[in-house]
């Protein structure tokens, strides 16, 4: 019986050496990097991306890349840089490339929150 494992990266001393395995596109699940999503937090709101409604799609590229249109509540808010760390955090065990593509149109209003959103907006005092 024999194994077989991934060559290790080309430079290698052992061309035998195990390496990660990027998973293959069919197996990137949309509603997993949806819910994991759920992790990434607005800086200013303090509520989930998800259910702020900034979320508008995920693609999948042929190589696995993870493409997310996203949007923010305002095309002046300074922390697009948090948003992204954080997404490449939350998708780092689902996904080996996470790309935000910044969306304007249409443009974010409180008409795209979640009820469960809302929820956690009212619970922090906004009236929504």
């Not at 395995?21 to 992790?39: N, Q």
Request: net charge negative; aromatic share 4%; proline share 9%.
């Amino acid at each position: 019986m024999s194994e077989t494992t991934a060559p290790g990266p080309v430079g290698t001393d052992n061309p035998m050496a195990a390496q990660h395995v990027p998973a293959a596109p069919a197996e990137v699940d949309v509603a997993a990097i949806e819910e994991a999503l759920r992790d990434v937090i607005d800086p200013e709101l303090g509520i989930n991306v998800v259910d702020l409604g900034l979320l508008y799609g995920v693609n999948i590229e042929p190589d696995g890349t993870v493409v997310l249109d996203m949007t923010l509540t305002t095309a002046a808010c300074p922390l697009t840089d948090v948003i992204e760390e954080q997404a490449a955090q939350a998708l780092a065990l689902i996904a080996d490339d996470v790309r935000i593509q910044w969306v304007w149109l249409p443009p974010w209003g409180p008409d795209k929150i979640t009820p469960e959103g809302r929820e956690q907006l009212r619970a922090l005092g906004f009236n929504v």
